[in-house]
């Protein structure tokens, strides 16, 4: 506005600004866009076009509006919240998992709730539905053994509750998917521990429920088998990716005579329980037995000697299956499927050596 120039009756948004307060309804008018967009764009939707946000922005500040909190979620008759389900026993994947999500909400209006559950309890359905309909989530993260389940799918598509599945492997259409690859990441253990020249190697896998346990599982007697080396019956344990279950396949798998000269864990919780054993047993990492675990958490920096371990980066998922629930993937071509993928890494430290017998 022009100092010393009075403005004239006929602008609209001095009209408006000589209102005791502007609503939603003013801005809509003044926008020429709906009500429900003035509503995604004081909320941050990322459904809006970037030219209409600007818009809508710069009417905003000159009418001086404040918005009322009681116009959240009119865009979408939703919570501004983002949930991540889970049944992970494992602490430092639930919380990098969170840290990732929470990396991709900066700066927005969203909430994180976090929701454990019990796959196995009998009320474990009805308990998830009660919940997504009580708090009217704006999306959801899904992650292993949770994403692995069809009728939870089935009953977020019931609500059109936007979700994304991390997984082992492709189980949707890619733009719903964050595919891991864990059976790569397990070759790749398997191929270095023959490479050292192991052949009494065994494996603690992960539970059945995980998709994730048979893939590892399977992309490390893949490789093994590669390379000439069969993993014996007697030298594959089932685990639960708990550090209790590790120490009680290590107890099996240790007392064997002969016993394996590396184990290569499904996580690094079970390696862990791995480590405790072995030292119990005076058994000397790696001299006499050589260790893998899998995910490279926090826990592979704080045993003693350091962990080898598969990478697979948790945090880098969560960021990016929120990123693509809220559609800011990157772009592709048309013709190319939406589709995020990590690749799992051997990250080799002190626990690896060749077999000294």
């Known amino acids: 506005m022009i100092a010393g120039v009075s403005p004239t009756p006929t602008d609209p948004i001095e009209k408006d600004r000589s209102r005791k307060r502007s609503t939603i309804n003013d801005i809509a008018r003044l926008a020429n866009v709906s009500k429900k967009t003035v509503s995604r764009v004081i909320n941050e939707s990322p459904f809006v076009k970037e030219e209409t946000r600007l818009r809508v922005n710069a ?13 959240r979620g009119l865009a979408f008759r939703r919570s501004f919240l983002i949930g991540m389900i889970y049944d992970n026993p494992t602490p430092q994947y639930v919380v990098n998992m969170q840290q990732g999500i929470l990396d991709a909400m900066r700066g927005t209006s969203y909430g994180l709730l976090v929701h454990p559950c ?22 959801v993260i899904l992650t292993p053994s949770i994403s692995e389940d069809e009728r939870m799918v089935k009953m977020l598509r019931e609500f059109e509750c936007h979700y994304v599945r991390i997984a082992s492997v492709m189980l949707d259409k890619p733009s719903t ?91 690094d919780e079970m390696a862990a329980g791995v480590y405790k054993v072995a030292h119990e047993l005076g058994i000397d990492i790696p001299r006499q037995l050589s260790v893998i675990g899998f995910d490279d958490s926090a826990t592979a920096l704080r045993l003693w000697p350091v962990l080898t371990s598969v990478r697979l980066p948790v945090r880098e998922m969560g960021k990016l299956a929120t990123d693509k629930l809220f559609g800011r ?10 589709l995020s993928e990590v690749i799992p890494k051997l990250i080799i430290r002190e626990s690896t050596a060749a077999p000294s017998e």
Request: aromatic fraction near 8%.
């Open 118 to 139: 019990e796959r196995t309890s009998p009320t474990y359905l009805s308990d998830l539905r009660g919940f997504i309909e009580r708090q009217k989530l704006f999306g």
């Open 59 to 71: 009417i905003i500040r000159e009418v001086g509006f404040e918005p009322d909190p009681q116009a």
């Open 329 to 338: 993937q990157a772009k592709k071509k048309p013709a190319e499927p939406e």
């Open 177 to 267: 998917m964050v595919v891991t690859h864990d059976a790569d990441g397990a070759a790749e253990a398997a191929h270095y521990l023959a490479e050292l020249g192991h052949e009494r190697i065994a494996h603690i896998s992960g539970p059945p429920s995980f998709r994730s346990a048979h893939e590892r599982r399977r992309g490390f007697r893949e490789a093994l088998a590669q390379r000439g080396v069969k993993l014996r019956p007697s030298f594959d344990r089932e685990g639960n990716y708990t550090f209790d279950s590790g120490i009680a396949a290590a107890r099996e798998l240790l007392a064997l005579k002969p016993r394996p000269t590396a184990i290569f864990a499904g996580n």
